[in-house]
C-alpha cells in the first residue's frame, strides 16, 4: 500500500460515488462525513511516519466504506427514480423509455440482481475488503442511470395525461349517476 494508490483510489474512486450521492441526495449524508473524517484521522499520523503503513491501509479502508455507502445511497435514490417509471405501467415499460422492452426488462433484472449478490456478499464477508461488492453496486448504478438517461419524459407527460382522460370518461357515468341518486335521495328525505 502507498499513498499514491490511497490518492488515486480517493480521486478515481471515491470523488465519483460520493459527487453522485450528494448530487442525488442535494445533501452530505453524515455518514459519509464521518467516515472521511475517520480516514484522515489515520492518514495524518501516516504523513508524519512514512512507515507507519497500518495506518495508511486503515485510512484507505475507511474511504473503502465510505465509498460503499455512497453507493448504496446513490441506488436507493436510483431505485426510486426508476420504480416511478416502471410503476406507470409494468406491461408496457416502452411508454417511458427509449429502449427495446426486452432491453429495459433485462436491465431492470440486472439491475436488482447485482444488489441481491452485493447484499449476500457483503453479508459473507464482514469486516474483510469489500471491492466486488462495491463493484456490483456500481454496476447497477451505471444501468440505473444508462436507463433513466433513455427516459423520454413527453412520452410520460402523454401517457399519464391520456390515462387520466381514459379514466374521467370509464368513471364519468356513474359519477354522474351517483350525483343523480344522491340528489334524488336528498329530494326523498327531506
Avoid at 98 to 105: I, T
Avoid at 159 to 187: C, E, M, N, P, R
Amino acid at each position: 500500500m502507498t499513498l499514491q494508490e490511497y490518492t488515486e483510489y480517493y480521486n478515481e474512486i471515491f470523488i465519483p460515488a460520493y459527487a453522485d450521492a450528494v448530487a442525488l441526495l442535494a445533501d452530505k449524508p453524515e455518514q459519509l462525513i464521518i467516515e472521511q473524517e475517520n480516514s484522515l484521522s489515520h492518514l495524518i499520523p501516516y504523513l508524519d511516519d512514512n512507515n507507519d503503513i497500518t495506518n495508511l491501509r486503515r485510512a484507505k479502508g475507511h474511504l473503502e466504506r465510505a465509498t460503499l455507502d455512497a453507493y448504496k445511497m446513490t441506488w436507493v435514490e436510483l431505485k426510486k427514480k426508476l420504480m416511478y417509471y416502471v410503476s406507470l405501467d409494468k406491461s408496457n415499460v416502452a411508454v417511458a423509455f427509449n429502449l427495446p422492452v426486452d432491453e429495459v426488462l433485462k436491465d431492470l433484472s440486472l439491475f436488482d440482481t447485482n444488489i441481491q449478490e452485493a447484499r449476500l456478499l457483503e453479508a459473507r464477508n464482514i469486516g474483510k475488503g469489500n471491492v466486488d461488492v462495491s463493484e456490483k453496486y456500481l454496476n447497477s448504478i451505471l444501468i440505473a442511470m444508462k436507463l433513466l438517461d433513455s427516459v423520454d419524459d413527453d412520452n410520460v407527460r402523454s401517457y399519464q395525461k391520456h390515462t387520466f382522460f381514459d379514466y374521467i370518461q370509464k368513471h364519468s357515468i356513474g359519477f354522474g349517476l351517483g350525483i343523480v341518486a344522491s340528489l334524488l335521495a336528498t329530494w326523498i328525505i327531506t
